[in-house]
């Protein structure tokens, strides 16, 4: 959609409400649990678990927001909530692919380069876990590609 509606140029999130403030305190939550638990306590299923929590969280913001339906509307007002969903879910899995990194390599490296992240912030492999739950850090304005499946 990224694609299809801003040229492919990851849009501001300029239209921030109470759905995406819970998708960055679920965010918050899933890097603090997933680093506990494989950090501290050598649970690294407990810590995948939390992270894919945090994904299904995600896939729910997108089937409440219903981008597919925003679209529609050419206001400047439903311009700036589809701008406001789409890079919620960028950002979103931005910080997933740091979080699996470690345990699925070249399933977030291919997310990472889909999401034009390495041009912005560096290679994914220089990204720190206990920082990949802060927000905003995918810049506006990256070029987005539509890759293959990942996870089918």
């Known amino acids: 959609m990224v694609g299809k509606y801003f040229g492919g140029e990851l849009p501001a999130s300029t239209a921030d409400g109470e759905a995406e403030r ?15 638990r494989i950090g501290e306590e050598l649970d690294f299923q407990g810590g995948i678990l939390a992270v894919f929590d945090f994904v299904k969280q995600v896939n729910g913001y997108i089937t409440e927001q219903e981008p597919w339906k925003v679209a529609k509307d050419d206001s400047p007002e439903g ?3 589809l701008a406001t969903i789409l890079y919620t879910a960028a950002e979103s899995l931005r910080a997933v692919a740091v979080l699996l990194n470690p345990v699925m390599p070249a399933t977030s490296q ?29 810049p506006a304005g990256s070029t987005v590609t539509k890759g293959a499946v990942l996870f089918p």
Do not use: N
Not at 22 to 36: N, P
Not at 116 to 135: F, I, N
């Open 22 to 36: 819970a998708i960055h305190d679920g965010l918050a939550k899933a890097v603090t649990e997933a680093d506990r």
């Open 79 to 81: 311009k700036a909530r």
């Open 110 to 138: 291919k997310l990472w380069e889909s999401l034009g992240a390495e041009a912005g912030l560096g290679a994914l492999a220089d990204q720190k876990v206990q920082e990949s739950g802060t927000w905003g850090v995918l």
